[in-house]
């Protein structure tokens, strides 16, 4: 077996002979005598002619390429169960993982299925009416289904990211997201995908229990077995020798009532700052050199640059995207991007954020191991007292790093709306600061960047949990906890769906053990 690059204009999909050609080359063999031919990864090349650069393996007759193959889901009608607080990606490939091992998995979700989630989504839009439990961050699939659904990830020591894709694919997601570099599937798709991995679950034995919002956690023992007692808002009550906490990064309700019976909590490191929107065009001018054609796919970026010994980078770029309400929570405005499969928006959007360590902010020490959340709430409801609604305060880019007033707004995908607002005293002096020279820096990485038709929104501050649950690395329990496994971006091990659902499958299979 061999592997090797080969290139191909951006609108050119290549064809098998194309490949197989490419491959008898680099094989030293007639194209008839290559016995498999296989695309292992996609990259977009702009740094002269616009290629796409493949990276391929292939195999000459009498050799052949290891194929990835998943385990099978078992049928576990009447298998001991697992329970799994939250139907977010964590918890989605924890129940797929507990069905390889032959366990039921029964998730509670606080929200509702995707379809119920669609219709709540629609209202906090529209009329600015906000669920506590079924929102963008809320519900089946968690905060990553209604997002760009971007599927790359920095970790692989987590595990085999090809799980993870190979089973999106198995549900419905595009095969271009086994190869692609930075491989997305988009909010139009993911809902029919999270619908179709709940089926799968279903059919094997799994339970799905929706509206169930968890309010209690109690260790039972026999004797002879120990486990817990899970208690919900209505009243119901579950029972099992396991459960999972895959609760996404805004449970707050679930550290209050951590700290409350005494478990361990730590305080942990986030990034908080702005969404930066631009039009889609002018990013694909930059990022094109001004070759930009349709048919090419819309152009992201990744910035970042060290401020004062504090890392201020781009997070969750949504090429083609649009900007929404990612409140959970009335008297708070909070913001993130999402794009659809085609990326096909007029504007792009990002996250432009500031590292924030416990420690920095001294003036939220008193509340202990909340201290990093305390803060992280106080600039949300600090946003929404200025504007008195979820319009999200704004000014223009340039004039937001001058501390300048704008002379009107540039139009904005953000459906709730926007307002002029000074956004340097709304947001934490440090990190504004650290923002403005950021932003104006960028520009030598990406020339206009830096622009008056860029606007600034306040604010991105979700970006992961500032609360970590800690867990024994080689349990993977909660310390002190036998059979709570805290996991995912909630419980401060991920950031991101692929990062997540990896964390979520090694929980599982620690629990399965």
């Not at 929706?210 to 209690?216: I, N, Q, R, S």
């Not at 007029?346 to 590292?355: E, F, L, T, Y």
């Not at 306040?458 to 080689?474: K, L, N």
Request: aromatic letters at 8%; a neutral charge.
């Amino acid at each position: 077996m061999k592997e090797f690059e080969i290139a191909f204009p951006i609108q050119h999909e290549p064809s098998e002979a194309e490949l197989r050609q490419a491959a008898g080359r680099a094989l030293g063999v007639k194209p008839e005598r290559v016995a498999e031919v296989r695309v292992v990864r996609r990259s977009v090349d702009a740094r002269g002619d616009i290629l796409y650069r493949y990276r391929v393996q292939a195999a000459a007759s009498g050799e052949s390429i290891p194929p990835f193959v998943l385990p099978a889901y078992r049928d576990v009608r009447g298998a001991a169960p697992v329970i799994i607080v939250g139907s977010g990606p964590a918890g989605m490939f924890a129940a797929l993982r507990l069905l390889m091992e032959g366990r039921r998995p029964v998730i509670l979700e606080q929200g509702k299925d995707v379809h119920g989630r669609k219709a709540d989504v629609a209202a906090l839009n529209r009329e600015q009416r906000v669920s506590t439990v079924s929102n963008y961050c809320f519900g089946e699939g968690g905060a990553g289904t209604f997002s760009d659904g971007k599927l790359f990830t920095r970790s692989s020591k987590r595990g085999d990211i090809r799980e993870v894709l190979h089973q999106l694919v198995a549900f419905g997601a595009d095969p271009h997201i086994l190869v692609d570099a930075h491989p997305h599937i988009g909010s139009d798709a993911l809902p029919r995908i999270v619908e179709q991995i709940r089926c799968c679950i279903v059919q094997h034995g799994g339970e799905y229990r929706f509206g169930e919002k968890v309010t209690g956690l109690e260790p039972v023992s026999d004797g002879l077995h120990k486990g817990w007692k899970v208690l919900c808002e209505g009243g119901s009550v579950y029972a099992a020798p396991q459960v999972i906490l895959a609760t996404g990064h805004s449970s707050r309700d679930l550290y209050r009532y951590f700290a409350a019976q005494g478990w361990p909590l730590e305080a942990k490191g986030f990034a908080l700052g702005v969404r930066v929107e631009h039009p889609q065009s002018l990013i694909n001018r930059i990022q094109y050199h001004g070759r930009f054609q349709l048919g090419m796919p819309a152009a992201e970026y990744a910035l970042v640059e060290q401020v004062d010994g504090r890392g201020v980078f781009s997070f969750c770029m949504c090429p083609g995207g649009i900007l929404v309400p990612s409140v959970t929570a009335p008297g708070e405005v909070v913001l993130n991007g999402m794009s659809n499969s085609l990326r096909n928006s007029p504007w792009a959007n990002a996250g432009i954020v500031c590292a924030v360590n416990p420690g920095d902010v001294p003036d939220f020490d008193r509340y202990g191991v909340f201290s990093l959340l305390e803060f992280q709430r106080k600039v949300e409801q600090d946003m929404f007292a200025f504007s008195g609604s979820l319009r999200a305060p704004a000014q223009r880019l340039v004039d937001f790093c001058r501390r300048k007033p704008s002379q009107g707004l540039p139009r904005s995908s953000y459906q709730p709306g926007v307002v002029d607002a000074p956004l340097s005293d709304l947001l934490p002096a440090a990190v504004f600061e650290r923002l403005r020279v950021a932003l104006a820096a960028f520009d030598r990485k990406m020339h206009g960047y830096y622009t008056n038709d860029a606007l600034v929104l306040g604010t991105e501050s979700r970006t992961s949990s500032p609360v970590r649950i800690p867990r024994d690395p080689e349990t993977m329990c909660a310390i002190g906890l036998e059979g709570l496994y805290p996991c995912g971006e909630g419980a401060g091990y991920a950031g991101g769906i692929v990062s997540s659902a990896l964390d979520g499958i090694l929980v599982a299979a620690a629990a399965a053990r």
